[in-house]
């Protein structure tokens, strides 16, 4: 018997697990996924060796048809597998800690309500979270579990970057700048420390490019400010997001468009982005391939609004000693890197054209005042590692 650490990614329509040897290695023995929840679901697991040991599909309407079912599902398939290891906690994805939660908590009756009373700030997000947390309750009663934020990472920021120019009162509500990606973030922050040393304590900007996309500065280990605010929806425009938005074009939408409240959801976090400027696909390997003129002004747009971020995180940092790309697109896209970097000369980048073609850790010139840097990001594992940690506190 093993003991293990179980991880639970539960999003809107897919739930990812991981399960890690609970030790100091944190070596992962088996991961995967069920997708397209409530459509034609698809489980799929895979051992350390990227071998599949269970695979189930279903179709048009048949299989699990909510959260609920899903992560029954996906935990009976996982104890078959998995009979061998003992789980000996269980740590969780959570999308929102709220104002107060600023580190990873033991979920306890009282936590599960918090968690629970945040949910109007997360609609699409924190109930399938606590879907997970129930579910993984049942299904191994007595056993820690752990909710780990993508909110906490960036609690320590000063007010400017946690507020609006709203009045006060709405700040006390809990209308502030949250900030996400926060799992990733401190993942990075704590592998800058291994690749980087003598940076990590300096200037740093991070680019989470994936499906979701934001950027985040941190300085000496720390987030300062990020790209997303109150919602997953601000800063760069994303796979089907809008990112920031002239908040006049909400109130136009809904007085002269005849947008409602769900129209309007709909079309910021599902019609727009890269999908909405291409017309095409939220997919960026599509995009590349496409190079169509909307494709290709899609892909412009992308990259236009990650080197004026990266400008005014640079600004809030008061320079830069770093700039790392992570996420599918940061770490895949050689094209989109060397967009980003291009004429950026006069903020000390140089990039190293062969370097970066060939996804090395380390993408700028020997020269270059600012070290660019490719550093794949792991969520799993760093919920992983706090659920441990926790565990042996
Ligand atoms: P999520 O936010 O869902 O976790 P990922 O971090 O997996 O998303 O990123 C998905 C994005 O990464 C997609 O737009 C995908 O096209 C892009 N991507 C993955 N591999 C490549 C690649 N080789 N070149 C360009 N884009 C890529």
């Given amino acids: 018997m ?68 899903a992560l029954a599902a996906i935990g009976t398939a996982l104890a ?36 629970a009373a945040l ?16 579910a993984m309750a049942e299904l191994h009663p007595g056993v820690m ?11 320590g920021h000063p007010w400017v970057a946690d507020t609006f120019a709203l009045p006060r009162a709405l700040w006390r509500r809990g209308i502030r700048r949250y900030g996400f990606h926060g799992l990733s973030y401190a993942y990075i922050a704590m592998r800058l420390a291994e690749v980087a040393p003598e940076i990590a304590r300096g200037r740093v900007v991070v680019a989470h490019l994936g499906n979701g996309a934001s950027m985040c500065a941190i300085r000496d280990g720390r987030s300062i400010d990020s790209t997303m605010g109150f919602t997953a929806l601000d800063g760069l425009p994303m796979g089907t997001r809008s990112g920031q938005l002239d908040p006049g074009v909400v ?34 390997r599509a995009l590349e391939r496409a190079g169509t003129a909307e494709a290709q002004e899609a892909i412009a747009y992308f990259v236009y609004r990650i080197r004026k971020e990266l400008g005014a995180l640079t600004a809030a940092l008061g320079g830069l000693d770093a700039l790392a790309f992570t996420a599918g697109i940061g ?23 062969a370097a970066n073609a060939r996804g090395e850790t380390v993408l700028s010139t020997p020269a270059s005042r600012v070290r660019v840097l490719r550093i794949p990001t792991d969520e799993e594992r760093m919920i992983a590692l706090e659920t441990l940690r926790l565990l042996r506190a």
Wanted: glycine share 10%.
């Fill in 119 to 134: 949910a109007p700030l997360a609609p699409l997000h924190q109930p399938h979270n606590l879907a997970g947390i129930d």
């Fill in 331 to 353: 770490e895949n896209s050689a094209a989109i890197r060397a967009a980003v970097c291009e004429g950026m000369g006069w903020l000390g980048i140089a990039l190293d054209a």
């Fill in 80 to 115: 078959r597998v998995a009979g061998q290891h003992r789980i000996v906690a269980i740590g969780h994805r959570v999308v929102h800690g709220g104002a107060t939660l600023a580190a990873p908590v033991v979920i306890d009756p009282a936590i599960r309500a918090e968690l």
């Fill in 145 to 155: 579990q752990v909710a780990c934020f993508d909110t906490a990472f960036h609690r």
């Fill in 2 to 69: 093993t003991d293990t650490v179980l991880v639970v990614n539960a999003g809107s329509s897919s739930i990812k697990v991981e399960l890690f040897a609970a030790d100091a290695a944190l070596t992962s023995l088996l991961s995967g996924q069920i997708e397209a929840i409530g459509l034609a679901p698809r489980l799929a697991l895979r051992d350390a060796a990227g071998t599949t040991v269970a695979e189930e599909a279903w179709g048009q309407g048949e299989g699990p048809r909510d959260h609920r079912a």
């Fill in 251 to 284: 109130l136009h939408l809904l007085t002269a468009e005849g947008y409602d409240a769900p129209a309007l959801t709909r079309l910021l976090y599902h019609e727009s982005g890269l999908k909405g400027l291409s017309g095409l696909s939220s997919d960026m």
